[in-house]
């Protein structure tokens, strides 16, 4: 009877006893298998993990499959939304979060709101965005919202893990790619604007930024100058295309572009 009341009163085996009680319905099988696939992928209570964040089940599904069969890589647990992962009552263990945006653009309110909110609440933890795009004008506007890496979806898994083990030991990832597509766009001032327009070569580098829709911050960033260096430069330039706002800058720019030379 000892034996018997001493089991009984172990809270481990009554809830292991009242899980498999439960199989019996469908949708308490489908919960338990879903704990366990999750399980699978987190070894010990102590264990910290990579929080992956994405709206789509199949995305989450595909790269919390592929860090678990990565020799050396994180353990994982995937979350819909940020709401999601904030009322996890394990989320102190997260020790880097992965936003999976997909094609959302750089700019998207949402997006720019869950960066600065998570990087002012836990700022001991970074947070890394993986999307579709490699314009580095969207690549830095990201890292600009607090974001500690970005890796694009063409990256191979080996990139991704790499870039987060970057992040998570105080670095930065920024992806070659867009590396040396910025170069490139700033060795090439838009052709028309210096000769037409009577830019100095400097406001023809900040005009072209603006026609590529690029925020003041951003293109501050590329030209190592100061956000107010870069609002007297768009003055100037305004004043010498008698435009009277940066939509009209940009679509002169891409008019004198387009315009045949005889």
Known sequence: MLAIRQRISNPEEIAAETDWTQCHDPENRKALALDGAQATTDHGPATSY??????????REVLTTAFAAEEG????????DTGEWR???NRH????ILI???GVRSGDPELSADLRSLTREHPQIPVVVMG???VPSEVLEILFHGARGYIPTSASLSVAIGALSLAVAGGVFVPTSALLTAGYARQQPHPDATGIFGLTERQAEVAEGIAHGKPNKVIAYELNLSESTIKVHIRGIMRKLQARNRTEVAF???????RPSY
């Open 50 to 59: 990579v929080a992956i964040i994405d709206h789509r089940v199949l995305g």
């Open 73 to 80: 890589s994180f353990n994982s647990r995937a979350y819909a």
């Open 87 to 89: 009322i996890d009552k």
């Open 93 to 96: 263990r997260t020790s880097a």
């Open 100 to 102: 999976v945006i997909g």
């Open 132 to 134: 579709d795009s490699e």
């Open 252 to 258: 002169k720019l891409h008019a004198s572009k387009d």
